[in-house]
């Protein structure tokens, strides 16, 4: 899970041939957003990370739907469960999400070229495929895109066909399955916590 998410936000704007497109800027936009904080000179140094890593969240905040992703993540657990429970989950998710993906950003973010290759509408989503080109391989990342509170938002990331919310859900339903929804719910609290302390 974390090589995907690394794979991810290795992706930084470059050269290569882009079809126009609102969500094709949504992406652009956010990666530049990200590139330009990691790229700060004056952001640059341990004593900085802080900073970054502050402004890095709000960039992924602003860029994804986690309520679509939450309810993507527990599949069909989420019809049958409470709006409080709903509410609690998501807040958690988010958290874990804005926390793993932020540290990925300030310890792995490299400059890797990406080029845009157009977009594709349908499934109520509009999917941004793009590829990223590295020294010695070229990397096929695909952002899925829909519309919330009048915005194009991220719901999912697929690298080289493998998608990130897909492979939450199967780990939160195994999860589930073996134990219980609190199981899995007390497993991401005491990760919240460590997080936190950290």
């Known amino acids: 899970m974390l090589l995907l998410v690394l794979a991810v936000i290795l992706t930084v704007p ?3 041939l882009s079809a126009p497109g609102a969500a094709t800027e949504v992406v652009r936009k956010m990666l530049d957003s990200v590139i330009s904080i990691q790229t700060d000179p004056a952001l640059q140094g341990q004593a900085a990370r802080p ?9 992924i905040l602003g860029n994804f739907n986690f309520d679509d992703m939450a309810q993507q993540t527990l599949g069909a657990y989420w019809s049958g469960m409470a709006e409080t429970k709903r509410a609690e989950f998501k807040s958690i998710f988010q958290d874990l999400f804005l926390d793993s993906y932020s540290r990925l950003v300030l310890d792995f973010v490299g400059k890797e070229k990406i080029a845009y ?3 594709e509408d349908g499934q109520g989503q ?5 590829r990223i080109h590295r020294v ?4 096929p990342v ?17 690298i080289d066909g493998v998608s990130i919310v897909q492979n939450y859900q199967k780990s939160f339903s195994r999860v589930i399955r073996q134990e219980s929804y609190e199981g899995l719910l007390k497993r991401m609290k005491l990760q919240q916590q460590a997080t936190e302390k950290g």
């Open 14 to 16: 470059g050269g290569g």
């Open 51 to 59: 900073t970054r890593r502050v402004e890095i969240r709000k960039v």
């Open 117 to 119: 290759l157009g977009e």
């Open 126 to 130: 509009t999917t941004v495929r793009t």
């Open 136 to 139: 010695s391989e070229a990397i």
């Open 142 to 158: 695909d952002y899925s895109l829909n519309r919330a509170k009048d915005r194009l938002l991220v719901r999912d990331v697929s």
